[in-house]
Nanobody, 119 residues
Framework: VQLQAFGGGVVQAGGSLRLSCAAS????????MGWYRQAPGKQRELVAT???????NYANSVKGRFTISRDNPKNTVYLQMNSLKPEDTAVYYCNANIYTGWGTSRDYWGKGTQVTVSS
């Protein structure tokens, strides 16, 4: 199983970016999917999560600016980021809890994509 993220880049404050992350491989089902981020010198933190039933959860710092969504047939999760701020600068990681059909489900992580917001 692999998670591959796309869509990072450099944007000015107030701008928008859309991240996407596709899961591939031997997948039976995917439970929550989400995005986390890690800024230099800081711990990785939750940005947003979404269940297979589209129940969402957001960090307070991104509520009203970011929107998480998913396409279940495509095993893909998206993060639309609007009104970006310099403090949103970080490496963004996608995460998915995946059941392969063997044993129990487990968390998988993508390699991360850099988002840089200039002031």
């Amino acid at each position: 199983v692999q998670l591959q993220a796309f869509g990072g880049g450099v944007v000015q404050a107030g701008g928008s970016l859309r991240l996407s992350c596709a899961a591939s491989g031997s997948i039976s089902s995917i439970n929550p999917m989400g995005w986390y981020r890690q800024a230099p010198g800081k711990q990785r933190e939750l940005v947003a999560t979404i269940t297979s039933g589209d129940i969402t959860n957001y960090a307070n710092s991104v509520k009203g600016r970011f929107t998480i969504s998913r396409d279940n047939p495509k095993n893909t999760v998206y993060l639309q980021m609007n009104s970006l701020k310099p403090e949103d600068t970080a490496v963004y990681y996608c995460n998915a809890n995946i059941y392969t059909g063997w044993g129990t489900s487990r968390d998988y992580w993508g390699k991360g994509t850099q988002v840089t917001v200039s002031s």
